[in-house]
């Protein structure tokens, strides 16, 4: 999403965008702070359904796990960088694994 789209209080390093196909022009955007679960998130399905319910975070986890991500150089900084509480968080929790 074009970051002149994003309202300044929502332009934080990670977000979810959800886009219904019956409503082209418009989206809802949602703050993802590092810190916290993500939240179960309602997913939108064809036009005549109603919302699904995800459990996002059990998702993500569970991409972790499948995906290889331990392969990853978790020594050099991500992209999009982080602000510098979410730095210092991650460098704690990597440093907890052994992965810095």
């Known amino acids: ?7 300044p209080a ?3 390093t990670y977000q979810i965008c959800v886009w219904r196909s019956r ?17 179960p998130m309602s ?3 064809r ?12 998702q ?3 991409c972790y796990t499948n995906g290889r991500y331990d392969d990853l150089d978790y020594r050099v900084e991500p992209n999009p960088p ?7 968080l991650a460098d704690e929790m990597l440093r907890a694994k052994g992965l810095r």
Not at 1 to 7: A, H, K, R
Not at 23 to 39: A, D, G, K, N, V
Not at 82 to 88: D, G, H, I, R, W
Request: net charge neutral.
């Open 10 to 12: 929502y332009r934080t």
């Open 43 to 45: 997913i939108p399905l």
């Open 82 to 88: 982080l602000n510098a509480e979410e730095a210092a």
């Open 60 to 62: 993500v986890n569970r």
């Open 23 to 39: 409503l082209p022009s418009r989206f809802e955007l949602y703050r993802i702070p590092l810190m916290r679960r993500l939240p």
């Open 1 to 7: 999403m074009p970051d002149e789209l994003v309202p």
């Open 47 to 58: 036009a005549t359904d109603a919302d699904a319910r995800m459990a996002l975070q059990m």
